[in-house]
């Protein structure tokens, strides 16, 4: 939760810069093959502090697995108004957790979590996404985000926040899904929320669940 210091920050801009200025060096040169990973190492560069796992091959593309990241969670933490240490952060985190089993028991298919989405191609990236997890069955394609909301006086902002949030999410990767694709929005709660409260675009809906 620690603030990386500036020389990091430059150290890290620094790389970015060279992967990019390899990948163009080696398009201009017809090394396609080295352009390509040049690019991919780049892409990666953009989230190096949060990678723990990494694919690549030239037929089907790059694939990163990622660490959430702690913001995240500090997010929702400032969401509800609660101090920031580490025993709210390990509980969210278990609250997190408990949902996400509950909910892959529910619908069943395959989850994966830690997975970072990007609209756009580097430089150029348009729109980045992290969601809690992404849940695949066989007709949809699933993407789950969880909103804790401790008093009922943060429930408006929370749920409206996380609604826009979701809205561009369907907005950017709907045409690149290759099935349904939806949006859960999960309303992780002690005190009871009404879902149909709030209006949802297409392809986002809202859950209630009781903790």
């Not at 790389?15 to 201009?28: N, P, R, T, V, W």
């Amino acid at each position: 939760m620690k603030t990386a210091p500036p020389i990091k920050k430059l150290e890290k801009f620094a790389i970015e810069i060279i992967f990019l200025g390899f990948s163009i060096a080696f398009f201009y040169k017809s090394r396609y093959a080295q352009s390509f990973l040049s690019l991919c190492l780049f892409f990666l560069s953009l989230k190096l502090e949060n990678i723990s796992e990494f694919v690549i091959s030239i037929k089907d593309g790059f694939k990163a697995k990622y660490h959430i990241p702690d913001e995240k969670i500090e997010q929702d933490i400032k969401d509800n108004k609660k101090p920031l240490n580490k025993r709210t952060f390990i509980s969210l985190k278990q609250i997190e957790e408990t949902v996400l089993r509950d909910i892959q028991k529910r619908i069943g298919g395959k989850m994966k979590r830690q997975i970072n989405f990007v609209y756009g191609r580097p430089p150029n990236i348009e729109f980045a996404y992290t969601p809690d997890a992404v849940i695949q069955t066989k007709k949809e394609l699933i993407f789950v985000e969880i909103k804790y909301v401790s008093k009922p006086g943060f429930a408006d902002r929370i749920i409206q926040r996380g609604i826009e949030q979701l809205r561009t999410v369907v907005e950017k990767f709907t045409p690149m899904a290759g099935k349904k694709f939806i949006t859960k929005l999960i309303l992780a709660s002690n005190f009871y929320i009404d879902p149909g409260k709030y209006k949802a675009p297409k392809g986002v809906y809202l859950e209630f669940y009781k903790l």
